[in-house]
């Protein structure tokens, strides 16, 4: 049970993205609809997902960009870095324990000067997933090799509803 796919790829991404090509890791890619939107862009993308019905339902909704997904797992994927790992309920689907292992494992996904961007759920809830994070923590996470450039809400109506009111879109720069 996936409460939180939204069944596309959310209008501020959609708007956010510019002109040329970047390299794109999508960890937890469910579906893959960002994986999709990524590769018709002409971007050098790869969707990684750990789920095998995950991966199945993603390889159908891709079509000829199916090759752009494979099973891995975040905490061990071998690539070079990325221009911008892409953050739509990754983070929110780990256990709060394993938090402080994203944190050490993004910036290494990351090029210097690269981009987190994404979608991040904020609430206080200690119920989950989805698990919620305090602003205060994720700056805890990841000010030591990001900082913060963008953060707007994201209207209610532009959200599935077990996170609606409770997103914003962020973009955190890799430090060089």
Not at 36 to 43: I, K, L, N, V, Y
Not at 104 to 129: H, K, M, S
Not at 135 to 140: F, V
Request: charged content about 25%.
């Amino acid at each position: 049970m996936t409460p939180w796919d939204a069944g596309g790829v959310p209008p501020a991404l959609r708007t956010w993205l510019g002109g040329q090509p970047i390299r794109v890791l999508v960890p937890g890619c469910g579906a893959g609809y960002e994986v999709r939107f990524f590769a018709e862009r002409g971007d050098e993308v790869l969707g990684i997902d750990f789920a095998d019905a995950a991966l199945e339902r993603a390889w159908r909704t891709l079509g000829r960009f199916a090759n752009r997904v494979r099973k891995a797992d975040f905490f061990a994927l071998d690539e070079a870095p990325f221009d911008l790992v892409y953050e739509r309920t990754f983070l929110c689907a780990l256990p709060r324990p394993l938090w402080p292992q994203w944190a050490e494992r993004i910036p290494t996904l990351v090029r210097p000067g690269g981009l987190l961007a994404g979608f991040f759920f904020f609430d206080d809830n200690e119920r989950g997933p989805p698990f919620g994070i305090a602003a205060e923590r994720l700056h805890e996470l990841l000010d030591g090799n990001f900082h913060l450039v963008e953060d707007q809400p994201i209207p209610a109506a532009q959200s599935v509803p077990v996170l609606a009111g409770k997103e914003r879109w962020q973009v955190w720069k890799r430090r060089l």
